[in-house]
């Protein structure tokens, strides 16, 4: 299993970037995908979460903001990022699981099975 980022970089605040996360290995499509950050000195915490029912969650600093996504066909996960501001900065991950995630569960680090190795976002004010 293998899951590859792309898609980070440096941005003033206000920008926008569009993460990507390619899948192999697995059957991309039986496993709930989300993108989780870690801030430095910060826990990792959930951004957005796909279930296998396709409804998404947001943490709520990032509704309204973000948006993920996922194309099946390409194996892709997906995270477009509008109007970042510099407390969005952190390294990005995105993780797959093959839990039930119940209410606030999809934020939970441990309920993931398999991690990329992060794409950095830096957004400068």
């Known amino acids: 299993v293998r899951l590859v980022e792309s898609g980070g970089g440096s941005v003033q605040s206000g920008g926008s970037l569009r993460l990507s996360c390619t899948a192999s290995?697995?059957?991309?499509?039986?496993?709930?995908m989300a993108w989780l950050r870690q801030a430095p000195g910060k826990e990792r915490e959930g951004v957005a979460v796909i279930l296998r029912d396709g409804s998404t969650t947001y943490t709520d600093s990032v509704k309204g903001r973000f948006t993920i996504s996922q194309d099946n066909a390409k194996n892709t996960l997906y995270l477009q990022m509008s109007s970042l501001k510099p407390e969005d900065t952190a390294m990005y991950y995105c993780?797959?699981?093959?839990?039930?995630?119940?209410?606030?569960?999809?934020?939970?680090?441990?309920?993931?099975?398999?991690w990329g190795q992060g794409t950095q976002v830096a957004v400068s004010s």
């Open positions: 290995g697995y059957t991309f499509s039986s496993y709930c």
């Open positions: 993780a797959a699981s093959d839990h039930v995630l119940l209410g606030a569960n999809w934020g939970n680090q441990y309920e993931y099975n398999y």
